[in-house]
């Protein structure tokens, strides 16, 4: 270890030694200064890359999450999740899930989906990566939608007044 590091090393740890104890998050009040209230929320997802909380798809999430919070302040508004690129196979049934991954698993990701898809959420797939895949409608997930390509379908939906969402 060079002087500089050990240095550092020795200021970062008199650091810690000198911060206040966290006070439990339940404990701390929050004062709110911009209140954010949605009348009407219409939000694609834009699933195209692979982004994990631990094991939990991060765009799932968020779009859980959402789905949630406009139930909770009955806001009106749609949620729609286009999976492609290299996110595609998430919405793939077990037996091409798991041909496709090389996996005897089945696919981890179907019960996220069938739980958006209780909470309204649409969620759709793309011709084009399917095409690239080898795979038909025969592979997908039940109640997933086939759309003509992602790119041109989340250009529709923005045109149309969705705010993209890129998790």
């Not at 949630?68 to 996110?87: D, N």
């Not at 990566?129 to 923005?158: E, F």
Request: some cysteine; overall charge positive; glycine content about 8%.
């Amino acid at each position: 270890m060079t002087r500089t590091s050990f240095g550092i090393w020795t200021l970062a740890a008199s650091l810690a030694a000198a911060a206040p104890m966290t006070v439990p998050a339940q404990e701390r009040a929050i004062r709110i200064d911009i209140p954010v209230k949605l009348e009407q929320a219409n939000v694609v997802f834009n699933m195209d890359h692979l982004a994990f909380q631990g094991d939990y798809p991060v765009g799932m999430k968020y779009m859980h999450l959402l789905a949630q919070r406009l139930k909770e302040t009955g806001s009106k508004g749609r949620i729609v999740g286009v999976f492609h690129g290299a996110a595609a196979y998430m919405t793939l049934n077990d037996r091409a899930y798991d041909a496709h991954r090389k996996v005897t698993t089945g696919n981890p990701f179907k019960k996220l989906i069938a739980d958006l898809q209780a909470e309204g959420v649409q969620i759709e797939e793309c011709a084009v990566s399917m095409r690239g895949n080898g795979w038909s409608n025969d592979d997908l997930l039940p109640g997933v939608k086939v759309n003509t390509g992602a790119v041109g379908r989340i250009i529709q939906l923005v045109q149309q007044g969705y705010v993209q969402i890129q998790p």
